[in-house]
Every structure is written in structure tokens, then in C-alpha cells.
């Protein structure tokens, strides 16, 4: 026999010759790899590459060349997630490649605890901005991508908001696209007493405004129209992320299970090899194996999120007839208010509530009123779960008055002028993304 070292490296030297019964103790002075090739350098900040035995588990890897895949899908978040989980429904053999870990396998919130640093304790530096430009954040390389840290707010643009976007995409959107979204990220509303007392409120108060319950994810019965209450083991959830979404496919067999589902995490995508305008190989690095392997699907997808998809089709020479890659790189950008007290025996005080509403002007453009501004009272128990419930009382009482903040979210049209560069491998993405 001979062993055989990450689906890539054999033994050196001939077989050994073992006998059939007893255990056997081998050590590195019988057995011998050849040395691995150099890894390639990622140029990445605070990157976290490990594999513990669940993700060994319950991951279900390909580590050899073949076969071909229906799809190739570059990138496990909110556009590569679920569309691997869709496409694997209809039959079609798809291969997902994450640069991430099963760090988190479910959304933050869904853990006990109040973890407001891990979005910015996980972020992976992989840009620097160039000199006036201010684009903010990072990524975080985990399966799921961004959408295991995002806040669970599921607005729907208005029509002034999808200004920028083709006419096939809005038409999608208002024809079903929307709903269809809104279904699978287990919309709900937040309706009862404060929050409709809040709500008619601030109708009054701004009657040229647009004012209404701030649909979100969240795990909480499902009220219907006329707020009755649904069957909640049905209808409740927690918050959405396609960590949860893939690793519940991967649980099972069958059509909607793993059996056309294969994903491959800690493999980072270095570039994609064409022949003509055609992709003929996926080529990534096992950042756990530290070995190169090549992928083939007869579509690959670039879903590695709005810096990496753009670095890999430059590095790799892709088509680009509309000068289009790397270019329009947009921000919407937010400002957020300080908290202001509430009277405590006014009509909205006490801390024992708690409501999310969104408004907007009726007559907003991008030119006028191009903002949306979500209205937060007592933010603190915004996603917070205490299974503990001491705890709980313990964090409420330390809460000394009742608040209301203010997020004001911008809309921004797509610039040119705002670009991606990738600066080889090893080097971080050069960004330039200037205030609209």
C-alpha cells in the first residue's frame, strides 16, 4: 500500500509491505511526501484558513480533477449560495468554491449572546484605497459569505431606487422576482400594538412621507394581513443566511438535498483558464491542503462578491467588449444619528418596547429626497437572543432610558469613474470610490 496525502501527493519510495493482522505504526522515517509546491501568497488582512472535523463531516468536498459540473459557482453568499441551491434543485451537478471556513455555521444572530464586534473581529482586509477614495470595509471569507453577518432587513427599492438598474432586472423584480426573494428569506412583519401605535404616529406627524412596518427575517410568528397568527412551527425562522441554507441541503439525500450539491470551502480561486471566449478550467488553491486543484463546468459563475469577482476576470483576462470590469463600483453611503432619549412617561417611553419602521418621501427621486430613513426605538434589543433569561434581566436593567435612533440610507448612481484594479497576485485590490 501506499498513502496518499490531500488527493494530491503520493508517497515517496515503493509500497510498504504490511501484514493483515495487528496495528501498524508508521512514522516519518518510513513514510515520506515529496515537497508540496509554494503557496501562493493571498495578500489578505486577518484571513482565517481551518478545518475542524464537523466541517470534515458534514462538508461534502470533491478534492480530485473530475468530473465536469453542470455549474462551477465561484463564491457561497447571497448570490452564490442560492444559486447553487436552486440550480441543484432543477437537476443541474454544481460545484461551489469558497475561499471560507465553516467558522460560523449560522447567522450570527442565531447564536445566544449579543455579538455585535464579530462582523468587525472576522472582516478580511483585501483592498486599499487609493488616495481620495473612501470605500469602507472588508469581506469575511466564511461559508455563506456576507450574508451570516448582515443586519436581516429585506426593504424593497422603489421604483426611483432602480433608476441605474437594466429594464430586465426591474421588469423581473416587479413581475415576481421580489416575492419570490421575499419568500425565501422568510419575510416577516413586526406588527402589534407599540409598533402600530409608532407607525400611525409618524403617519400623522409627516404626511408627505411613506410609513410602514420595516419588513425583516427574524425568527418570530408570521402575523397575516389581518394579523392573525399562522401555524409557527411552520412559518417561524431564523435569520436568513445561506450558511444555513447549504448546510441544511448538504444534511440529506435526495433532489433537494446533496445529491447534485458539492462544496468545496477553504479552495481560494486564483484565476479562470479560457480557450477562446470559453472557460475551460476553474484553477484554486486548498488553503487547508496546500495544493492546486482545477475545476471544469460548463458555466462558471462569478459570484465572489463586488471586489473579488471583478479581481478574478481581470486577472484572468476575461472578455470585456463594454470596458465595463472593475468599473461603477458603487457605495450607499449611511449616516446614523446618535441615540436621543425618550421621556419616560410620555406617550413612547418606557423599556419595555420596542419597534422598526422605515419611511421615505412619497414624491423622492435621486435628486430630491434620495434617502430612505429607518426609525429605531430602543435599539438595544434589536437581535438579541438570551436563552438565559437572568442574563436577559441583567442587560435590560442596565438599559437606563428608552431611545430612538436614526439611519439614513442613501441611494447612489453607478460612476465609472469609480474603479477596481487587481494588483497581482499577493497584492491587495487598489479601490477608488469618490462621494456622489
Not at 456576507?146 to 432587513?153: H, M
Not at 449616516?335 to 417611553?349: A, I, N, Q, R
Amino acid at each position: 500500500m501506499k498513502l496518499f496525502l490531500d488527493g494530491a501527493l503520493w508517497m515517496s519510495g515503493a509500497n510498504l509491505q504490511l501484514s493483515a493482522t495487528g496495528d501498524h505504526h508508521l512514522d516519518g522515517a518510513t513514510v515520506q511526501f515529496p515537497a508540496a509546491p509554494p503557496r501562493p501568497l493571498l495578500g489578505y488582512d486577518n484571513p482565517r484558513t481551518e478545518e475542524g472535523v464537523g466541517q470534515q463531516e458534514r462538508m461534502r468536498a470533491n478534492h480530485l480533477t473530475g468530473p465536469d459540473y453542470d455549474v462551477v459557482i465561484i463564491g457561497s453568499g447571497f448570490g452564490g449560495g442560492v444559486l447553487a441551491d436552486a440550480l441543484s434543485d432543477l437537476r443541474h451537478r454544481v460545484l461551489v468554491l469558497d475561499a471560507g471556513g465553516v467558522i460560523y455555521p449560522s447567522h450570527i444572530t442565531n447564536l445566544p449572546g449579543d455579538w455585535p464586534a464579530l462582523p468587525s473581529y472576522h472582516q478580511v482586509g483585501n483592498f486599499v484605497n487609493e488616495p481620495g477614495s473612501r470605500f469602507l470595509f472588508g469581506v469575511q471569507m466564511n461559508l455563506g459569505g456576507r450574508s451570516v453577518f448582515w443586519s436581516g432587513l429585506i426593504p424593497r427599492m422603489r421604483e426611483w431606487e432602480l433608476t441605474f438598474w437594466p429594464q430586465p432586472v426591474r421588469e423581473h423584480l416587479s413581475g415576481g422576482g421580489y416575492a419570490e426573494a421575499e419568500t425565501l428569506l422568510r419575510k416577516r412583519r413586526t406588527l402589534g400594538p407599540f409598533q402600530h401605535k409608532a407607525v400611525a404616529a409618524l403617519r400623522n406627524h409627516f404626511p408627505d412621507h411613506l410609513v410602514e412596518d420595516l419588513s425583516q427575517s427574524l425568527h418570530q410568528p408570521n402575523l397575516g394581513n389581518n394579523d392573525e397568527l399562522g401555524n409557527v412551527l411552520e412559518k417561524s425562522t431564523g435569520i436568513f443566511s445561506t450558511a444555513d441554507l447549504l448546510l441544511d441541503s448538504l444534511a440529506y439525500t435526495g433532489l433537494a438535498g446533496r445529491d447534485n450539491l458539492t462544496v468545496n470551502l477553504n479552495h481560494y480561486v486564483v484565476r479562470l483558464e479560457r480557450a477562446g471566449r470559453a472557460v475551460t478550467d476553474v484553477v484554486c488553491w486548498d488553503l487547508v491542503g496546500g495544493v492546486e486543484r482545477r475545476y471544469r463546468g460548463r458555466t462558471v459563475v462569478l459570484a465572489a462578491g463586488s471586489l473579488e469577482s471583478p479581481r478574478i476576470a481581470l486577472r484572468s483576462g476575461l472578455p470585456d467588449p463594454r470596458g465595463k470590469v472593475g468599473r461603477g463600483l458603487t457605495d450607499h453611503p449611511a449616516f446614523f444619528s446618535d441615540e436621543y432619549g425618550l421621556p419616560p412617561d410620555g406617550e413612547f417611553g418606557g423599556l419595555g418596547d420596542h419597534a422598526k419602521i422605515l419611511m421615505s418621501h412619497e414624491q423622492a427621486s435621486m435628486a430630491r429626497h434620495g434617502y430612505n430613513v429607518e426609525v429605531l426605538i430602543n435599539p438595544k434589543y434589536w437581535h438579541v437572543r438570551h436563552p438565559d433569561d437572568d442574563v436577559r434581566k441583567e442587560r435590560v436593567d442596565s438599559v437606563q432610558r428608552s431611545g430612538v435612533r436614526l439611519q439614513f440610507i442613501f441611494a447612489s448612481h453607478l460612476d465609472d469613474g469609480n474603479t477596481i484594479t487587481d494588483a497581482g497576485l499577493g497584492e491587495k485590490a487598489r479601490v477608488r470610490v469618490t462621494p456622489n
